[in-house]
């Protein structure tokens, strides 16, 4: 089956090529991959037929060169991915998302693997359109890639819905980024909001945190 919309691709200023959903479908299928070495056999898999299903004409000639040479199918796997994206029916992007999250919640799965599809999400979501994926799944799987910065992102999205749910982690990631000011903020934000609202809690909530205090008085004894 192939995709819908125009014929035209306007990054490239030439005709899209169709695409056989059916060939990706096999390519994304996560159902079978319980070992590291499955993991990387499908994210090459996956890189390669993405080049070769591509709608875009320039990327679809890269593939039989991606055949010999894979690195190359990493380096143009936002563009291929988006390529084929944007072709695929709405049913057939939400059977896509749910591989990926599948993967994200593998335990086998090579924590270089997990980060390039973390740089995918996050490529998407500034230059394309978000993936339909649970932010705080992208948050617990940079937080789990040590990608604190994309963490931090995503948590502060979170912040802004529901505070009390990530106040904890938000100083923690500010921490290990060294920006102890933006964590004693968040702790100031919760002492003179949270608690002060707070009129059923259900348990303790973080009003000291010894290790930001130390590193105030040291500042201001510098």
């Known amino acids: 089956s192939h995709g819908g919309g125009n014929n035209l691709d306007p990054s ?3 005709l899209k090529l169709p ?3 059916k060939n990706l479908q096999r390519a994304w299928d996560v159902t079978q991959r319980t070992t590291s070495e499955d993991w990387n056999e499908w994210i090459r898999r996956l890189t390669s037929e993405l080049l070769k299903e591509s709608s ?3 990327l679809r000639a890269c593939a039989s060169v991606a055949q010999v040479l894979p690195s190359l199918g990493y380096e143009l796997f936002h563009g291929s991915f988006v390529s084929c994206w944007h072709e695929l029916s709405e049913f057939e992007q939400a059977h896509l998302v749910r591989s990926l999250e599948l993967a994200f919640q593998s335990e ?4 270089s693997i997990l980060q390039t599809l973390l740089n995918l999400a996050e490529f998407m979501e500034h230059d394309v ?3 339909p994926i649970d932010i705080r799944v992208l ?3 940079a937080h789990k890639c040590h990608a604190y910065a994309k963490a931090l992102h995503y948590k502060e999205h979170i912040f802004k819905a529901s505070p009390a749910s990530c106040v904890e982690d938000l100083i923690s990631i500010n921490k290990k980024l060294d ?3 933006a964590a004693m903020g968040i702790l100031k934000y919760a002492q003179s909001h949270m608690f002060a609202n707070a009129t059923s809690p259900r348990g303790p909530t973080p009003l000291t945190d010894p290790t930001l205090s130390n590193n105030n008085n040291n500042n201001n004894n510098n």
């Open 139 to 141: 948050s617990d799987l």
């Open 56 to 58: 875009s004409p320039a």
């Open 108 to 111: 086998s799965i090579p924590p």
């Open 129 to 131: 359109e978000a993936l």
């Open 179 to 181: 920006q102890p000011e």
């Open 19 to 21: 695409i056989n959903q």
């Open 12 to 14: 490239l200023g030439s």
